[in-house]
């Protein structure tokens, strides 16, 4: 068994450890249910024939069949696995609209992690970023120029992998316009995804000075833009759309619905970090909560962190990374013990509860941070092969 092998299912073994079986047991635990909807597999492959019968100029089967293969299922929980949604008759433009949008995610993702250019290159994803702002919201780069032909530039300049989220983007922009999005939420929309875009970026930046032995992130500053890169944000609002309802800015701004925003985001955030750390630790990607841990444990280590010190092998450095393991396990529970107490508080609270939308929002929130984890718990995605000998 090689170095690398070993220590695969070293990490394999630290997320079984650190992850109790009653996590890995679904459950009803009222607003944040651990339970999969009956149409969350219907709507999977509501996903794949979509992908069908509309993008098959540009992705053969096997591309479509990610969403089963790789599993990107919890796009479908956020939506509808808890909110009001699957009990009433959604518009065929808005099916069709959240659809793409749920697509959206996989290609843009595929498109800055799957290219050589804008993986490892900054100002390369920060490049494409800033057109995919221009062609969806028009943000002015280059506003003398229509879409269209931003778009056939693209064309010129990028694979039709890559230009394919530009695309998407633009459409569900208009669907969702089209469909009498408010203009307040709108704006909301707007921001957040922008935010979320730019987030790729940052993670781009960190994952280039990692490579050159550069100062690591702080945990801080780390969690604060996985919060966001994550996608949860945006899906936030897009429940709004989602259950067909506007909450004032007021509402939104209150602490307690925005703490609960910002711990579900967590929660999806801390979930994937955990259960994807044995196939990072294996490829030697560091910029990860669990591989954080210990350099904020840390100071002295926190010039600089080498991945292959992360696979060496050492009884140093697997008691270090099974300790943050088993911490980032801790951290996750409390998130998810917060965002119960939270939805509890707000549903408690005269001036929230007063507003008629605000148990459905509560639940379409909740839902993203349970439907994430439920899905993550029952698929295969992060099911590294088990380490064989040599």
Partial sequence: MTSIQANVHLGNQMVVDCIPAAARTLHESGMLSLRL????AALQEDLCQWARDNLWDVLNESEIGKIHT????WLACSFWSRSASYQRSLTLLKQR?????MYWFITFDDAIDNSSRMSSDPTEAESYCALFLD??????????????????????????????PLRLGAEWWEDMKR??????????????????????????????????????????????????AVGAPLCIVASEYD???????????????????AAVSDHVAWINDILSFPKELRLGEVLHLVCLLPI??????????????????????????????CRAWEMTASRHEECVGLASRIMDSPHLSANPNMEDYVRAI?????????WSLKCNRYIDPPATSE
């Avoid at 704006?187 to 935010?195: G, L, M, P, V």
């Fill in 366 to 374: 909740c839902s993203i941070a349970a439907g994430n984890w439920a």
């Fill in 37 to 40: 909807h009956p149409r969350h």
């Fill in 179 to 228: 469909d009498g999005m408010p203009i307040s939420q709108q704006a909301r929309f707007e921001a957040a995804a922008t935010e979320y875009v730019m987030a790729q970026v940052q993670t781009v930046r960190w994952n280039e000075q990692l490579a050159l032995k550069d100062k690591a992130p702080s945990l801080p500053d780390y969690i604060t833009v996985r919060r966001v």
């Fill in 135 to 164: 062609i969806v919201f028009r943000h002015g780069r280059k506003s003398t120029k229509t879409r269209p032909e931003l778009l056939k530039e693209a064309k010129h300049k990028y694979s039709s992998s890559e230009v394919l």
């Fill in 70 to 73: 790789a599993a990107y299922g």
């Fill in 296 to 325: 904020h444990n840390n100071p002295c280590a926190a010039s600089g962190l080498d991945p292959a010190s992360a696979l060496n092998g050492n009884e140093g450095g697997r008691s270090s990374f099974g300790a943050a393991a």
């Fill in 243 to 261: 259950l067909g309802i506007d909450l004032d800015i007021e509402i939104l701004l209150d602490p307690l619905v925005q703490a609960l925003q």
């Fill in 97 to 101: 609209t959240l659809l793409k949008l």
